[in-house]
């Protein structure tokens, strides 16, 4: 199941045994297992299991007793290796067994999580969600709800700086809000530039218009993949910047004059904007399609492919992008 088949459920109040959140985003993976544990079962009721902690038999023991004191018994298990089919389905069916009890499996990291996906399904009540690294869209209504949730007054551009600022990473954005909400100030740009920091050496959104502009882009790359960017969520991010420009491209070649909230469905900083505005125009529609199909085999060949070094080959073939289409 897809996030947006999730929500619909969540909308409807429907409740499972046993969830499972896996994929490429982290945080949405943590977002997700907090937001349904919470509104399963008080702080109290919730006992949370991280990596090397996982012990099969205590954890069925305690799905299968009721608590004393308490109504619910919820476990989230925090893992970056895949479990056992046969350890997966014994903790289903416990809390098939217990009404009382609720199961989260939250699947960090790179393993191939997908084959635990089959351990879940809807005769034992249980669900399994892949997520997906958000749009940038998707991605600022999540943080003008966390600002909402936090009783913030804010300005939308102030959102979007904070995101730009942080290279699209949404946990310390919020971590970003958290920390200016004890100033009990409206949060601005100015408020932002003030007391929040952007991560990284270098602009991600610089490196971006640098590789399609065909500029160098080796230290900056070296750069973001030394300070720990994940290979396939750079090459993720990369490809979702080329369709913004194309969206941009397209929508120019219809209408006329772009319209940032109509293409991409919020308004980025001004000078963000203009740059990318002028970058999308002066591509060829013919040339997004090369961008494409060159940067999704390259998914392809990272994902389905044995490369020992994959941040070697990464690197050697975003410089092959530069000069291809310069």
Known sequence: MYKNEFDNLLKQNKKFDA???????????????????????SKDEIQRFYFDDYDFKYIKDQLLQSSLFSSNNLIIIKTEKKIQKKDITELINACNINPDSTIIFACLGDSEFKTMSSSFSAKTNSVSVRMFAPYANEALKLLEK??????????????????????HDLSLCI????????????????????????????????????????????????????EGMNEIYLLNQITSFVQQLFMISAYTRAFGTPNA????????????????????????????????????????QLKSTKINKENLFL???LRKFTVMFR
């Open 19 to 41: 969830y499972m959140f896996y994929g490429q985003s982290t945080f949405l993976i943590d977002y997700y297992s907090n937001l349904v544990a919470n509104s399963i079962a």
């Open 261 to 300: 909230k109509e293409i991409l469905g919020f308004i980025p900083p001004k000078n963000i904007w203009e740059k990318k505005s002028k970058l999308a125009i002066s591509i060829k529609p013919e040339t997004f399609q090369e961008m494409f199909e060159f940067l999704l085999d390259l998914e392809l």
């Open 175 to 226: 971590n970003d809000l958290k920390k200016v909400s004890v100033l009990n100030k409206k949060v601005t740009t100015n408020l932002i530039n003030s007391h929040c920091f952007g991560i990284g050496n270098i602009s991600f959104e610089e490196f971006l218009n640098d590789l399609i502009v065909g500029n160098d882009i080796s230290e900056e790359l070296s750069i973001l993949l030394e």
């Open 146 to 167: 966390e600002a909402r949730s936090m009783n913030l007054e804010f300005e939308m551009s102030a959102l979007n700086h904070l995101y730009f600022m942080h290279r």
């Open 315 to 317: 690197q050697a073939s």
